[in-house]
């Protein structure tokens, strides 16, 4: 029953089930498991099923993995259930798989890299053209630029799409699925400038708050309601 009760495992933390997944977890930690190879589950499931809906699963899973090693069992029981509980109570997104999924499609093609994104770095490669007509982006206001990172007939597939999840949010992305520097300033702006008035124990006390403090048309207020 190894990897049925892996499966479950982490089918639990999936569903956001806590309980169930610590049952499974004392399960395997009861049938002599090894703690590593829960670990490393953890770890991918981290980047799997939560990824960037909340981007501190993965240093959880991570810390739990280097415990295991450091500590040592019986003791890193605990860290292992900190982390299977946290994962299990994160939000979820496979926005990551799935994008890296689309990604690897169009990858494994043998078009050639752009001229302007190849290095530039031999008086013989420069002469060929390489990193001819590329962009710096330092140069640029907002320290971004528009332009073309991959090979043509590729220009505008989109592979990452945001979930919506946790914190996979902020604003709206581009063409380029990149969310727009300005809209992540604003709402960066708008939690720093206010959330400090609003001592208050929830997120919905929170939005009720600056809902009081701002009015409708308040960009950074619709930018944070996104959120």
């Not at 169009?106 to 008086?123: C, I, W």
Request: aromatic share 8%; glycine share 8%.
């Amino acid at each position: 029953q190894h990897y049925d009760v892996i499966s479950a495992f982490i089918k639990s933390i999936r569903g956001s089930d806590p309980d169930a997944a610590l049952f499974w977890l004392a399960r395997m930690l009861e049938a002599g498991e090894d703690a590593r190879y829960i670990a490393r589950r953890m770890v991918v499931h981290a980047s799997e099923d939560i990824g960037l809906a909340d981007p501190r699963a993965l240093q959880v899973a991570v810390a739990a993995a280097q415990a295991v090693e450091y500590v040592g069992l019986p003791e890193a029981r605990l860290n292992l259930a900190e982390a299977a509980i946290y994962l299990a109570r994160a939000p979820k997104s496979n926005s990551v798989y799935t994008a890296l999924s689309k990604a690897i499609e169009d990858a494994a093609s043998a078009d050639p890299v752009p001229l302007h994104l190849r290095e530039a770095g031999t008086p013989t490669a420069r002469k060929l053209g390489y990193g001819m007509g590329y962009k710096y982006p330092h140069d640029f206001p907002g320290h971004t630029v528009d332009q073309e990172y991959r090979p043509a007939r590729f220009s505008g597939n989109r592979y990452y799409e945001p979930s919506g999840e946790g914190e996979e949010t902020g604003g709206e992305p581009g063409p380029d699925g990149r969310v727009p520097v300005s809209a992540l300033r604003l709402h960066e702006e708008t939690v720093s400038g206010r959330a400090d008035q609003c001592d208050l124990p929830t997120a919905e006390a929170l939005a009720r708050c600056l809902d009081s403090m701002s009015g409708q048309d308040d960009p950074g207020l619709a930018t944070l309601r996104r959120a």
